[in-house]
């Protein structure tokens, strides 16, 4: 199992990604979190903007298939979309999170 961590510029676009996800079976849970404030810096200047966070669960085969949708109708030119390895679960949990992904 895996957990992808992206943002999106408010909670409509979080939701049709995390929608589309689902409905082609790439993973199996979003956890999308209300907004918070992120800082960084592009094109040489410092930003301030209202994000929303999610986290995505799926199965670690199919981050590069997921990370690809995500690329396909995400509005951000260079979106955050990190994976992070999980070496310990609920064995029953990841079980249930194989079964509602493609790949059993």
Known sequence: MTLIYSTAPN?????????????????ACANIFPAGTSIYKWEGKIKK??????????NKKLFKQVKEEILKIHPYDC???????????????????????KIT
């Open 49 to 58: 903007e209202s994000e929303i966070y999610f986290i995505l669960k799926t």
């Open 11 to 27: 909670m409509e676009t979080a939701e049709s990604i995390a929608s589309h996800l689902l409905e082609i079976k790439l993973i």
């Open 79 to 101: 979106p955050a979309i990190v994976e992070i390895n999980v070496d310990n679960t609920h064995l029953p949990f990841t079980h249930w999170v194989k079964e509602q992904t």
